[in-house]
């Protein structure tokens, strides 16, 4: 199967920046897109930002103009770049991606996500 791992989450104050960052690992094929998801306690796990393989990118509207999603895809790697963070930011943040993987020389689709990293901010 196909595993993801992401990073960089922590503590930060009001107006701080804070860089997630989440490989992807596996006999991966080629990846679709990949994306970044949040859950806050008590609400729907929601879409912060996706980027498909060419490069096109969408946001919440919540995150607009704060959030830079970024792949690189020699890495199978998406990165998000959080800026201007405010306390409703504070979740524990997934990343999700899709695509084909080899499996006994199948090539079969993928949608994995990763254990979730904690973006907490401060007042």
């Known amino acids: 199967q196909v595993q993801l791992v992401e990073s960089g989450g922590g503590l930060v104050q009001a107006g701080g920046s804070l860089r997630l960052s989440c490989a992807a690992s596996g006999s991966i094929l080629s990846i679709n897109a990949m994306g970044w998801y949040r859950q806050a306690p008590g609400k729907q796990r929601e879409l912060v930002a996706t980027e498909t393989r060419g490069g096109s990118t969408s946001y919440a509207d919540s995150v607009k103009g704060r959030f830079t999603i970024s792949r690189d895809n020699t890495k199978n790697a998406v990165y998000l770049q959080m800026n201007s963070l405010k306390p409703e930011d504070t979740a524990l943040f997934y990343c999700?991606?899709?695509?084909?993987?080899?499996?006994?020389?199948?090539?079969?689709?993928?949608?994995?996500w990763g254990q979730g990293t904690q973006v907490t901010v401060s007042s």
């Open positions: 999700n991606a899709d695509g084909t993987y080899d499996r006994a020389s199948y090539h079969l689709p993928f949608r994995s």
